[in-house]
């Protein structure tokens, strides 16, 4: 029960944030981009949540404005990444010819700290949006490909899968309707935790100077600026550091919360229960 | 000698409390061989693990009642002093031995480490001990497989070897729950003339617990059979093979291929699930899957009456109103046979 | 064993074929021509030319992976465009601070990750569990980078404990250099230290309610020498690939701290470098830290092998 509250909770606040930032124009009192140099650095009050940065601009209104890029590139990249880590697992872990050549590609993406391959790639291609975007795909599908692969050699030696095997059900009907939805709650898990280190990632690479425009705000951005403020004003530096933690922990907590309803132990009670009910109507 | 009195394990899940082990009593003495039977769910696995309290944690078991074990309640007793009856007074060995010795220390250091909790020895004095244990229990070349590790042994020899371990401390008493379920059907049969031998050289009084009949027909002096908790029969060997008075025990019986069946005795099994710990049914617990239940089992929870001497069930059905809708039930089994 | 340590050795090859292709592809994959990019864009088609002819852009793409192959084995990873240094000095300059750096979080990582894991695990009845649960996924929400500029912000400037920036050598003493290193590894070790206190105790807890820790208290012995000897012992072995997981965290979190304690290490040098555009040094940082990491992996399995009797009498 509690863990479900904690989902709830999670989700609530994912949904409100993009929400948020998706309709900001409509309802933010101060553009993000309005600049009052009579009111610089000005720390947080009634008027201004989240005080103003050195060129008096509302830090709430660009904190709210950030989670659009920040939200964007971490969405982005894992559904991309998952969608192309599932292709590869599910090719790797049926087809045993496939395997070889796939995970020893996979085994030496893997020889990259995530990070480390996201810059080079960035510095290869240069620091837009869609680069970023590809770059941290790039950095984090390999992992899927791992998951999703030991999850489909599991199920594989189980009998039903056998026995439409065995049975001349052609191979694409095989993945798609027994193999992928027995491995599905191991890809929605780890695409949750992809999310979540994507916009981690994103944020690193914009503080680095190699990641998103710096004229565009995004979180990282905003930090990276902030960062000669911080003795002086360290609430530019605060804020948007905060948005980071609270965003990517309730993703973190419904990763972990998706992980242990979906646990194969809790099921279990459930089944029973069911049982009981059907045994009951059944006398 | 050992002596449960109204035991009840409670477990605490996020779905409700499992009333796992619900008011049981019995006890056994020096020598003697008591059966535990039942279907997975009834409760006999946790009843075997909370005499010496090895319930996993978490969840949280919360033991009731009194285990008396030579006149001590075992549930009041200090942590020290629980830990010198286990293994030394009382033991046990699981169902499982693939996974229950250690993978990663060698199966000397394990059976040495058994002697030695118990007894200040040398090492050479527990090695020379450890020999004569794992001959003790069958296992040939004793002094080249110390050395060994446990995945180099079948899965009959590792339960020699726990057998072994639990002998270490020269117990009183031997749990054993369900010892012979994952092995092969000839190693089940060696492993128990190796207990029955054991008893027989040592004293030691066995709780064995099983769902196979068949290992309760070879070995028992005195079985309890249980059902959602509870002991719902108990009595010895004939008492519940021949004069059986509760319908969850003759459906049980029912439900075993017998040598001297024809076709019209066909194997029948127990309709429905085993009940809802955390959930129960109204009245009697088995009453929803009852063959003669009938609305007074809704209402009455029937408690254990004497049946015979020692022998006791948990029915309102009185032996002659059993024996009567017995008879009618398999004289309907014979005509739908026909049909 | 042998047959495991010949496998694991064999398995290294295709690996680091797959690293030396991604790793060469670096340049190759920058829109337009890279001599271009490293010139800028007013350089005169003479300078580029020469470039090219240097970088042997010139030739056919398999032509340029085979010498560039042949060149990183003879220990040649190029010159520096900037500054013309071998980028292989120029990168064993470096390595110091950042071996420091790691060395320490590590230390710290281990000192600390360990007896949590052990308590938590200990304690697995009470509240102590999820609020660990709690902190731990916390700890992996936090960027390191912000923590670390909180950090300085905190201790550095206000409590002026610490130094907030800078290295010094090991040979210019011991202390001052341990003294230099202690904020930036910590910060460092922070995010690992959640990550391997919960695997160990993931671990732990799986080991906890195995059947053999199930014999091991039957047999009567203490409930700290069972947690200690037969779980500790089990969780260990799938632990020891946390550690080279945790090396991996710590090479990817370098290049962050070093450029916020400015650190002359290999991260600032790799950040400065795709700044300059300078290619060959940002090749050779990352395949530097590819291979080092590639034979940790190797070293951890090794050790894997040798603490699994099931591996080790294979």
């Known amino acids: ?283 | 000698m050992l002596e449960i009195k109204n035991l009840k394990t409670y477990i605490d899940t996020e779905n409700g409390t499992v009333k796992a082990v619900d008011d049981v009593s019995f006890q056994i003495k020096a020598g003697e061989t008591i059966c535990i039977v039942g279907e997975s769910g009834s409760g006999k696995s946790v009843l075997a693990h909370s005499i010496m309290q090895l319930n996993p944690s978490p969840p949280a078991f919360h033991p009731e009642g009194e285990i008396l074990f030579e006149g001590k309640n075992l549930l009041d007793v200090s942590e020290k002093e629980l830990r010198r009856v286990r293994g030394n007074e009382i033991s046990m060995i699981f169902q499982d031995p693939m996974s229950s010795l250690n993978p990663v220390f060698r199966v000397g250091d394990q059976l040495i480490e058994a002697i030695r909790s118990h007894e200040k020895v040398s090492k050479k004095a527990a090695k020379k001990r450890a020999l004569e244990l794992l001959t003790d229990v069958g296992i040939p070349d004793p002094e080249r497989r110390l050395h060994d590790y446990p995945h180099q042994f079948s899965g009959g020899m590792r339960q020699r070897v726990l057998i072994a371990i639990a002998l270490a401390g020269r117990p009183k008493v031997l749990i054993a729950d369900e010892p012979t379920t994952a092995l092969d059907v000839t190693i089940q049969a060696q492993i128990l003339e190796l207990m029955r031998s054991i008893q027989k050289k040592y004293g030691t009084a066995i709780i064995l617990i099983t769902h196979d009949l068949g290992v309760v027909a070879q070995i028992a002096d005195r079985v309890l059979v249980m059902y959602s908790g509870r002991i719902v029969e108990k009595g010895s060997v004939s008492d519940i093979f021949y004069r059986s008075t509760m319908p969850y025990t003759w459906s049980l019986l029912r439900s075993l291929p017998r040598i001297d069946s024809d076709a019209s005795n066909r194997l029948i099994p127990i309709q429905g699930q085993p009940s809802n710990l955390i959930d129960r049914p109204k009245g009697c617990h088995f009453q929803p899957r009852c063959p003669f239940a009938t609305k007074a089992c809704l209402e009455i929870d029937p408690s254990l009456t004497e049946r015979g001497e020692g022998h006791w069930a948990a029915c309102i059905l009185s032996e002659e109103e059993f024996f009567n809708k017995k008879q009618e039930f398999e004289v309907n089994a014979q005509k739908g046979a026909v049909k | 064993m042998l047959q495991y340590t010949i496998r694991r050795l064999l398995s290294i090859i295709p690996v680091m074929l797959v690293v030396s292709i991604i790793v060469f592809m670096i340049v190759h994959l920058t829109p337009g021509n890279p001599a271009y990019l490293i010139l800028g864009e007013d350089s005169s088609a003479e300078a580029v030319q020469q470039l090219e002819e240097q970088l042997g852009l010139d030739q056919p793409i398999v032509v340029q992976f085979f010498d560039w192959v042949t060149n990183v084995f003879k220990g040649d990873l190029g010159e520096s465009v900037y500054s013309s240094e071998p980028v292989l000095s120029i990168i064993l300059d470096r390595i110091g601070p950042t071996f420091s750096v790691m060395l320490i979080s590590m230390i710290f990582t281990l000192v600390i990750a360990i007896p949590i894991a052990i308590f938590v695990v200990w304690k697995r009845q009470t509240v102590l569990d999820p609020l660990f649960i709690s902190a731990s996924l916390l700890g992996a929400s936090i960027p390191e980078f912000w923590f670390a500029m909180l950090l300085v912000l905190g201790l550095g400037v206000s409590i002026p404990i610490f130094p907030v920036a800078g290295y010094i050598p090991i040979a210019e003493g011991f202390l001052l250099w341990l003294h230099h290193l202690i904020l930036p590894a910590f910060v460092l070790a922070t995010v690992e230290i959640g990550l391997i206190s919960r695997m160990l105790r993931d671990g732990m807890l799986e080991a906890v309610n195995q059947d053999y820790t199930k014999t091991a208290r039957a047999k009567g012995i203490k409930e700290s020498v069972v947690l200690m000897k037969h779980v500790f012992a089990n969780a260990l072995i799938p632990t020891t690939t946390v550690i080279g997981v945790t090396i991996a965290g710590l090479l990817g979190g370098t290049v962050i701290i070093e450029t916020i304690f400015t650190i002359p290490g290999i991260g600032q040098l790799l950040i400065d470098s795709i700044h300059r555009r300078d290619y060959p040094v940002i090749q050779g940082v990352v395949l530097f830290i590819a291979v080092i990491y590639v034979v940790i992996n190797l070293l951890v399995d090794l050790l894997y092998g040798l603490l699994d009797p099931r591996i080790r009498y294979d």
């Open chain 1, 1 to 283: 029960m509690l863990k479900k509250k904690r989902n709830l909770v999670a989700l609530s606040i994912l949904l409100l944030l993009t929400i948020a930032t998706i309709t900001a124009d409509v309802w933010l009192p101060v553009s993000p981009g309005f600049i009052d140099a009579a009111q610089r650095l000005l720390p947080p009050s009634g008027t201004f949540w989240f005080g103003t940065d050195h060129f008096g601009r509302d830090v709430f209104a660009l904190t709210v404005v950030a989670a659009r890029v920040s939200l964007t590139v971490g969405f982005t990249v894992a559904v991309l990444a998952t969608i192309l880590g599932t292709i590869t697992g599910l090719i790797a872990g049926y087809y045993k010819k496939a395997d070889f050549i796939i995970m020893r590609v996979i085994d030496g993406m893997l020889a990259f700290p995530s990070l480390l391959l996201a810059l080079a790639l960035v510095a290869a291609l240069g620091g837009s949006v869609t680069n970023i975007i590809i770059a941290l795909t790039f950095s984090f599908w390999p992992v899927m490909t791992r998951i999703v692969r030991s999850a489909v050699l599991q199920i594989n030696s189980v009998q039903y899968i056998e026995a439409a095997k065995t049975s001349g059900v052609s191979d694409p009907v095989v993945i798609s309707k027994y193999v992928l939805p027995n491995v599905l709650s191991p890809i929605i898990v780890q695409g949750t935790f992809i999310f979540a280190k994507a916009i981690l990632a994103e944020a690193a690479l914009s503080f680095l100077g190699v990641g998103v425009d710096p004229s565009t705000p995004t979180w990282g951005n905003m930090l990276q600026e902030s960062q000669i403020y911080i003795s002086i004003a360290p609430w530019i530096s605060i804020f948007p550091g905060l948005a980071i933690v609270v965003t990517v922990l309730a993703l973190n907590m419904l990763g972990d919360g998706l992980r242990d309803s979906f646990d194969p132990h809790a099921r279990k009670n459930k089944k029973r229960k069911q049982h009981f009910v059907k045994t009951k109507i059944a006398s």
